[in-house]
């Protein structure tokens, strides 16, 4: 029988190889590279932010590119491990790219971003989260999503407004974003008078949890929290609802992606998420949205942020009149940006003003807002 998410994957891969091919028919006027996991265990994620990155890239060129030149791309397989990810950038700066879309994890864009800053190039991720991208103060580092300490000071307010008097666990994978958000949702629990029951590490990559279940079911957990990605927690839900652990499960941004159901199946349902706000519900991602679903692909948690990101970095170019990334680097500080997630501005660190983060809950294989 054929795996849905495979055939999901091939069918994303199909409409990124089409995209490429538009993009990269003329010459290659102007260069972005884009750094994504394209192998490994967050490939799936990957995959959304580079179908956005593709069609936007198309749309700028199809609307005269950036300053009249063609917009093209460089895509590099970083497979969100941050060696790879030195070996990416190295490459950027080495072949003269200076303008970059990536990466995705946040390990890969800290340690990549310390490469990008010391040459004078310009990053702009769509999808790391790690307060420590941007509160480092280096030059030309931008996102285009929210911040983890943003996630983790909703999501304590909800623990404690939905949840008061449950005993609760924290869980990561020992990433620096899993980490970071599990340690973002302690910290301001921890500053309204919350005291977690757990706050524990697991491994990423095991097959078997079963273990971490019957602890948190000795606890007495009640509500249990996971930062990091779909693989273990599909995993861990799945385990606990073979071992009748009756916790509510709770996650952040990591989780916005179908994968999450494919491997946790029916014991996805009914587990919250905070992520940032869906921009395929607002009227400006209408005709990409029409678009992509035209082309059998639901354009699904990161993906319009891939293409948020194209946007304002091209917009930045053709309003500076320049592909310089310090002059680059000015406009998006000083300026604003018409984007899929509205209308967006930067501030001094490069995180941008776009609203935070929403709850959501899944349901039948997706995710909606909760009530």
Excluded at 91 to 104: A, E, N, P, S, T
Excluded at 261 to 276: C, I, K, R, S, Y
Excluded at 348 to 363: F, H, Q, S
Aim: hydrophobic share 40%; charged share 20%; proline share 4%.
């Amino acid at each position: 029988m054929n795996n849905p998410l495979s055939i999901a994957r091939a069918r994303a891969l199909l409409f990124a190889l089409a995209a490429l091919g538009l993009s990269t028919g003329a010459h290659a006027d102007i260069v972005f590279g884009v750094a994504l996991p394209r192998t490994g265990p967050q490939a799936a994620i990957g995959d959304q932010i580079l179908n956005g990155v593709v069609a936007a890239a198309k749309d700028v060129n199809d609307a005269g590119g950036i300053n009249g030149q063609t917009l093209v791309l460089q895509v590099e397989d970083d497979a969100c491990d941050p060696k790879q990810a030195v070996s990416v950038a190295n490459r950027f700066i080495q072949g003269g790219v200076k303008l970059v879309v990536g990466h995705m994890c946040s390990g890969t864009s800290i340690v990549a971003s310390d490469i990008y800053a010391e040459n004078g190039a310009l990053m702009i991720s769509p999808a790391s989260n790690s307060a420590k991208l941007t509160d480092r103060g280096l030059a030309g580092i931008f996102r285009v999503c929210g911040r983890d300490d943003a996630q983790g000071e909703l999501t304590a307010r909800i623990l404690a407004d939905r949840f008061k008097g449950q005993k609760i666990a924290i869980l990561h994978d020992n990433a620096p974003f899993g980490r970071g958000l599990a340690e973002a949702v302690k910290t301001n629990l921890n500053k309204i008078g919350v005291e977690e029951a757990m706050f524990a590490g697991i491994t990423p990559g095991e097959r078997d949890y079963t273990a971490v279940i019957s602890r948190l079911k000795a606890a007495g957990i009640q509500l249990a929290y996971y930062g990091g990605y779909p693989q273990e927690m599909g995993a861990l839900v799945r385990q606990g609802a073979d071992q009748s652990f009756k916790a509510q499960w709770f996650t952040g941004s990591g989780m916005a992606s179908r994968e999450f159901a494919a491997v946790g199946g029916p014991a996805t349902d009914g587990v919250l998420m905070t992520f940032n706000p869906d921009p395929r519900k607002r009227p400006e991602a209408a005709a990409i949205v029409a678009t992509f679903k035209s082309r059998g692909i639901d354009p699904e948690g990161f993906t319009l942020y891939g293409y948020a990101a194209v946007q304002a970095l091209a917009q930045a170019g053709n309003k500076a009149h320049s592909s310089d990334p310090k002059t680059i680097d000015r406009v998006l500080k000083s300026d604003r940006f018409e984007t899929l997630l509205g209308s967006v501005g930067f501030d001094r660190k490069g995180d941008i003003t776009a609203p935070g983060y929403v709850l959501y809950v899944w349901r039948n294989g997706t995710f909606d807002y909760a009530n």
